[in-house]
């Protein structure tokens, strides 16, 4: 999978899907490739919706992202883009 392929997946699939935003009046069309994922101004999801991403990722990309910290979530958990690059570097580290 490229780049823009894993944006997506994470988008369509953990953000929207997963997290059943749609249930909460979002649209899949509004999450951007850089919409803030914990910001009032984005999507504002919690510490339980983080943890929930961060546990799919790490089974839909068999990586392992080790401690799921209040660092790592704020540094890789700022937008599907982060989150994506994420990723990347782990499968590339695999």
């Given at each position: 999978m490229n780049k823009?392929?894993?944006v997506a997946h994470i988008k369509e699939k953990i953000i929207f899907?997963?997290?059943e935003l749609s249930e909460w009046g979002h649209?899949?069309?509004?999450?951007?490739?850089?919409?803030p994922l914990l910001a009032e101004?984005?999507?504002?999801?919690?510490?339980?919706?983080?943890?929930?991403?961060?546990?799919s990722i790490q089974k839909?990309?068999?990586?392992?992202?080790?401690e799921i910290t209040k660092e790592l979530m704020e540094?890789?958990?700022?937008?599907p883009l982060t989150l994506a690059e994420l990723v990347m570097d782990k499968c590339a580290a695999h």
């Open positions: 823009n392929e894993i899907e997963d997290l649209q899949l069309r509004d999450i951007k490739d850089d919409t101004a984005g999507l504002a999801l919690d510490s339980v919706d983080v943890l929930d991403i961060f546990v839909e990309y068999s990586i392992d992202l080790g540094t890789h958990c700022q937008s």
